[in-house]
């Protein structure tokens, strides 16, 4: 009796973690989920909101640009 118990409880415990790992990877039961929580922190784009960000990066792209150009006279000038 004391082997098959403890071919049960082996079984047990190895099938436990296969079956919840199998269980997670499931697409079926928390797509819906995922994809309603995508859409709260990645919301649909708005022209508005886009076109916001885009100026945004370009204000910082030439704010960049000034900065280092600004620089690179300054280390010409040190140079000279």
Same mark, same amino acid.
């Given at each position: 009796?004391?082997?098959?118990?403890?071919?049960?409880?082996?079984?047990?415990?190895?099938? @436990? =973690?296969?079956?919840?790992?199998?269980?997670?990877?499931?697409? %079926?039961? *928390?797509? &819906?989920?995922?994809?309603? !929580? +995508?859409?709260?922190? @990645? =919301?649909?784009?708005?022209?508005?909101?886009?076109?916001?960000? %885009?100026? *945004?990066? &370009?204000?910082?792209?030439? !704010? +960049?640009?000034?900065?280092?150009?600004?620089?690179?006279?300054?280390?010409?000038?040190?140079? %000279?």
């Amino acid at each position: 009796m004391g082997v098959k118990i403890e071919v049960f409880r082996m079984m047990l415990y190895l099938s @436990f =973690p296969v079956t919840m790992f199998w269980i997670s990877n499931q697409a %079926e039961y *928390f797509e &819906e989920y995922i994809v309603k !929580r +995508k859409r709260e922190i @990645f =919301p649909p784009d708005e022209k508005m909101h886009r076109k916001e960000l %885009e100026d *945004f990066k &370009e204000r910082m792209r030439d !704010r +960049k640009e000034r900065r280092l150009l600004k620089r690179m006279a300054l280390e010409e000038a040190e140079k %000279e």
